[in-house]
Nanobody, 112 residues
Framework: QVQFVESGGGLVQPGGPLRLSCAASGSIVRISAMGWYRQAPGKQRELVATITRSGSPNYVDSVKGRFFISRDNAKNTVYLQMNSLKPEDTAIYYC??????WGQGTQVTVSS
């Protein structure tokens, strides 16, 4: 079983930054890809970014150049640095491990 502690969500003005953190426990974490997904109201959950165990990132086109994913394997933690936020980035952001384990989600709202 994987347990998650997500933090960093909140309300931010357009153009501002926000950093999400997700600490995951469980033996599978250190050998697995980790990532962030998001779900906006009335929309399907979508991939935002993933990162392999060795640190190779992958991003959805809409966040490339604005969002940056990283991980600390010693802490079993994945981060998402979000810059130049837009109102369309508003969603619940979910941490993911190994493409099957999900965190509880953290709300990100971009609004003036």
């Amino acid at each position: 079983q994987v347990q998650f502690v997500e933090s960093g969500g909140g309300l931010v003005q357009p153009g501002g930054p926000l950093r999400l953190s997700c600490a995951a426990s469980g033996s599978i974490v250190r050998i697995s890809a980790m990532g962030w997904y998001r779900q906006a109201p009335g929309k399907q959950r979508e991939l935002v970014a993933t990162i392999t165990r060795s640190g190779s990132p992958n991003y959805v086109d809409s966040v490339k150049g604005r969002f940056f994913i990283s991980r600390d394997n010693a802490k079993n933690t994945v981060y998402l640095q979000m810059n130049s936020l837009k109102p369309e980035d508003t969603a619940i952001y979910y941490c993911n491990v190994a493409f099957v384990h999900w965190g509880q989600g953290t709300q990100v709202t971009v609004s003036s």
